[in-house]
C-alpha cells in the first residue's frame, strides 16, 4: 500500500513520530485504531467529550 | 491460523513441560474456560466468600464472573484489542486481553499497553490445597504484554487494574508504581510500569 500524503500532512505525521516516539508504521496503526474505537463507539450512540481545566465539557462534533 | 512461539512450564512434580504461547483466543478455549475453569471458579469463590465471613482475607476466584465469551465477541475485530493464550497439555492455561489505545499516567501523552484482563486456569493459581500444575502462567503474559508494547513502539509501558488478591504481585514481584484505587474503574488499584522497569523486567527474563 503506497499512501500519497502533501507536505503538511508529512510534517504531522513526523511531528507526531517525535512527540510519542512511535515509527511511521506504528504511528498510523494507531490512527486506525483510535478512528475505528470512536466509530465504533459513536456507532453504539455514545457521545466524545473533551473536558477543559475547569472541567466544562465541550462535545466533539463528529463529521 | 493463529501464530504461536514455545513457551517452557514447570510442572508441579519440578519437571518442565513445552506450551505455546497464541495470539488470539479459540472456540476450543472458551469451551475449556467454560467447562473445565468455570466450576473450579466459582467453587473458589463460593469458600473466599466463607473465609471472608470468618474474617479472613482471601479474594480467590474474584474473576469467576469474568465472561471470556463475551470478552472475545466483543473484541473480535476490535483492531486496538489483542487476545492472548496459553496452551500446553492440551488444555487452555491462561488467557489475556490487552488494549492498544490508552494513555501513560507516569509519561503523560505517551502509548502504554493496557492489561485489560489476564487470568491463569484455576489450577495453576497459588493454593493451600494443591500445588500449581504449571506456572508461572500470569508472568509469563505479563512478560508478553512488555513484549508486546516494545513491539508496537511504547516502550515496554504496560499499565493495568489489579484485582485484589493479585496486587502483591504487581507491586512486589514487578515494582509497578501503585497509582492507588481508581474511582472510574470499581475502586480498584492502578499499576503501570516505566520504562526503565520494564527494561529491568527484560534483563531478568533474559538470563
Given at each position: 500500500m503506497t499512501l500519497n500524503l502533501d507536505g503538511r500532512e508529512m510534517d504531522v505525521v513526523e511531528a507526531l513520530c517525535r512527540k510519542k516516539g512511535l515509527s511511521k508504521t506504528a504511528l498510523l496503526r494507531q490512527c486506525l485504531r483510535l478512528y475505528q474505537t470512536i466509530e465504533n463507539r459513536i456507532a453504539r450512540g455514545e457521545k466524545l467529550f473533551f473536558e477543559d481545566e475547569e472541567k466544562l465539557k465541550s462535545e466533539l462534533v463528529l463529521l | 491460523m493463529r501464530s504461536s512461539y514455545p513457551v517452557r512450564l514447570l510442572k508441579s512434580d519440578g519437571n518442565w513441560i513445552d506450551g505455546e504461547l497464541f495470539e488470539g483466543i479459540s472456540e476450543t478455549n472458551l469451551i475449556h474456560f467454560e467447562q473445565l475453569w468455570k466450576p473450579q471458579l466459582d467453587e473458589m469463590r463460593r469458600e473466599a466468600i466463607e473465609r471472608r465471613a470468618r474474617g479472613e482475607k482471601c479474594y480467590d476466584?474474584?474473576?469467576?464472573?469474568?465472561?471470556w465469551r463475551k470478552f472475545v465477541e466483543l473484541t473480535t475485530?476490535?483492531?486496538?484489542v489483542r487476545q492472548f493464550t496459553i496452551e500446553a497439555d492440551g488444555e487452555t492455561q491462561g488467557l489475556m486481553l490487552v488494549s492498544t489505545i490508552y494513555r501513560s499516567r507516569?509519561?503523560?501523552g505517551q502509548h502504554l499497553l493496557y492489561v485489560d484482563r489476564v487470568a491463569a486456569a484455576p489450577w495453576n493459581r497459588k493454593s493451600k490445597k494443591a500445588p500449581q500444575r504449571f506456572r508461572p502462567i500470569g508472568s509469563l503474559l505479563i512478560r508478553h504484554a512488555i513484549g508486546t508494547s516494545l513491539a508496537e513502539g511504547f516502550s515496554g509501558r504496560v499499565g493495568l487494574h489489579s484485582l485484589p488478591g493479585s496486587t502483591g504481585f504487581y507491586c512486589d514481584r514487578l515494582a509497578m508504581k501503585s497509582f492507588g484505587p481508581d474511582p472510574h474503574h470499581q475502586n480498584l488499584e492502578y499499576f503501570e510500569l516505566s520504562v526503565a522497569q520494564a527494561q529491568e523486567e527484560i534483563k531478568k527474563s533474559s538470563k
Open positions: - | 476466584g474474584a474473576d469467576a464472573h469474568w465472561n475485530g476490535d483492531l486496538s507516569i509519561e503523560p
